[in-house]
């Protein structure tokens, strides 16, 4: 079966580079000192297997992936993902269980590999941090513990996050596809929206657009409309009928190959009014100013000072964003965030969101909001934008 990373003309991640992702989870093992890591979540399963399923989906079915210090790394999996695992895994060590089985849902295949996997120190790092989870039933976990005592379980999420900040070419590579796609898809809804459509029709019609040029899926989609601003990013697209006077936002995320892109265009349909272009002019300018500053050495928080310094003081926080951007890779936002608590030095290959967005008042009194959103790589030089550059005016939507 042809894939769509195939018909993209992606070549496959190798089992070196998966190896080589092991091996440095290894060498940061050792200096915590930990015997194990246990990986529960779909995006960590995925960066170090090559698994990518759609069994993910369904909480029924938890997923295993112990990487020890001094063995071959071993996927305990339910029975019925056996076969994806041999197919799509560059892993050799199996282990399966009949699935769903609530009162052993792999924990005994769990424990016992455990077991097999002890070490000195008799620690086991897990999944426990900021932008983690654990994905096994609290309950099999607290089993799972009382097991393998005196081992004991200690975060290691510190180490899945060093290793996942720097993204290898095939990994940037995925990333700029995905990017490519919705820069395109955006550019043709600027030829499709018209008034009278809802919110929800345009981005219908961009999902579709998406999916035929060979996105994997669109997992995220928000949309927001109002005149002259929006209120808001964080919401579900309506049935509220653009009109004259109105600007529409939308903000996407979607993978190719499991990788992913993040970021928005806003539409103003007729001329917009005059707070509202120099809304857009501010958003557009702090995102130059944050591109700028996205330089190897810098610290995630001198990109949020370089675009507030644009902005002007508080004016972010209005928004409600919290940041100005994040992390981009398997999973739709990462560390570092772009945020002036962030002190995560940039490396080259790193993939950042730069996301600024000013609060701003309407010639009718309304409080709103504008965001622009661009996605870049981190270079030994200047930052490179994988994403195609927004035009620097708001697209305008019918006569003017």
Same mark, same amino acid.
């Given at each position: ?25 290894? #060498?940061?093992?050792?200096?915590? +000192?930990?015997? !194990? @890591? /246990? $990986? ?5 399963? =995925?960066?170090? %297997? &090559? ?47 009949? #699935?769903?089985?609530?009162?052993? +849902?792999?924990? !005994? @295949? /769990? $424990? ?5 996997? =002890?070490?000195? %120190? &008799? ?58 796609? /919705? ?6 809804? =600027? ?210």
């Amino acid at each position: 079966m042809t894939t769509r990373a195939a018909r993209l003309d992606l070549e496959s991640i190798t089992p070196a580079e998966y190896r080589a992702r092991v091996d440095r989870a290894r #060498a940061e093992m050792e200096r915590a +000192d930990i015997d !194990t @890591l /246990l $990986i529960t979540s779909e995006a960590n399963f =995925s960066y170090f %297997s &090559g698994l990518r399923s759609q069994a993910w989906a369904s909480p029924t079915r938890p997923m295993f992936l112990l990487i020890p210090a001094n063995r071959e790394p071993i996927a305990i999996v339910p029975a019925g993902s056996r076969v994806v695992m041999q197919t799509g895994s560059w892993l050799t060590e199996l282990r399966t269980w009949s #699935a769903p089985n609530p009162a052993d +849902d792999g924990v !005994t @295949l /769990l $424990i016992e590999a455990l077991h097999q996997c =002890s070490g000195r %120190s &008799g620690r086991i790092g897990g999944e426990f941090g900021p932008e983690n989870q654990l994905r096994m039933p609290i309950v099999d976990f607290w089993r799972v513990q009382e097991a393998i005592h005196p081992a004991k379980f200690v975060d290691a999420s510190a180490i899945t996050r060093r290793i996942r900040l720097v993204k290898s070419p095939a990994e940037i590579e995925r990333i700029r596809a995905a990017a490519q796609i /919705l820069s395109s898809g955006f550019e043709r809804l =600027s030829s499709t929206l018209e008034s009278g459509l809802s919110e929800r029709d345009a981005c219908l019609d961009l999902q579709l657009d998406l999916l035929s040029r060979g996105m994997d899926r669109i997992t995220y989609m928000v949309a927001a409309s109002g005149p002259s601003g929006y209120a808001t990013i964080n919401s579900n697209p309506s049935d509220r009928l653009l009109k004259e006077g109105d600007v529409l936002i939308i903000d996407t995320a979607a993978p190719v190959d499991g990788y992913y892109c993040d970021f928005d265009r806003n539409y103003a349909f007729g001329s917009p009014e005059d707070a509202t272009r120099r809304a857009f002019d501010r958003a557009f300018a702090a995102t130059d100013a944050g591109i700028d500053a996205a330089l190897a050495g810098a610290r995630a928080c001198d990109v949020w000072q370089a675009m507030a310094r644009v902005l002007g003081t508080g004016s972010n926080e209005r928004t409600d964003v919290g940041r100005m951007g994040h992390g981009i890779g398997l999973n739709m936002t990462e560390p570092p965030s772009i945020h002036p608590a962030d002190q995560t030095l940039l490396e080259a290959g790193m993939v950042l969101a730069i996301e600024p967005g000013t609060a701003f008042r309407t010639a009718a009194g309304r409080q709103v909001v504008m965001v622009h959103e661009e996605n870049i790589l981190i270079t030994e030089g200047r930052a490179v934008l994988l994403s195609r550059r927004a035009a620097d005016q708001i697209p305008v939507i019918g006569d003017v």
